[in-house]
């Protein structure tokens, strides 16, 4: 049973950091683009991050870039969101997403319904 075990989320004060962990069981992820996605109350699922199979390339959504910093350690089959700076627009369930589009399609990096496989969420609560 393939299974992404979100973790790491919780409630922080503006300004102030978190780093969550996916941890994959079940099968490799290793030659697959990983994601994070979030979602607030009342907002559709959206894009935050991607990574490519081997850690090299990553894609941010503009809202998060320069402030999250998405990574994975292969041999932990493990994907990491390293959030900084964090603001209260930053409140949403965070979403781990596996197996998603080839790197050599940047356009669909984006959209939720390239990835095949989702973790349950894990809460992050920015407090201003």
């Known amino acids: 049973q393939v299974q992404l075990v979100e973790s790491g989320g919780g409630l922080v004060q503006a300004g102030g950091s978190l780093r969550l962990s996916c941890a994959a069981s079940?099968?490799?992820?290793?030659?697959?683009?990983m994601g994070w996605f979030r979602q607030a109350p009342g907002k559709e699922r959206e894009f935050v991050a991607a990574?490519?199979?081997?850690?090299?390339?990553?894609s941010y959504a503009d809202s998060v870039k320069g402030r999250f910093t998405i990574s994975r350690d292969n041999a932990k089959n493990t994907v990491y969101l390293q959030m900084n700076n964090l603001k209260p627009e930053d409140t949403a369930v965070y979403y781990c997403?596996?197996?998603?589009?080839?790197?050599?399609?940047?356009?669909?990096?984006?959209?939720?319904?390239?990835?095949?496989?989702w973790g349950q969420g894990t809460q992050v609560t920015v407090s201003s």
């Open positions: 997403a596996g197996d998603g589009p080839s790197w050599s399609l940047p356009f669909k990096l984006n959209h939720a319904t390239e990835y095949d496989y």
């Open positions: 990574i490519n199979w081997s850690g090299t390339s990553t």
């Open positions: 079940g099968r490799t992820f290793s030659t697959k683009t």
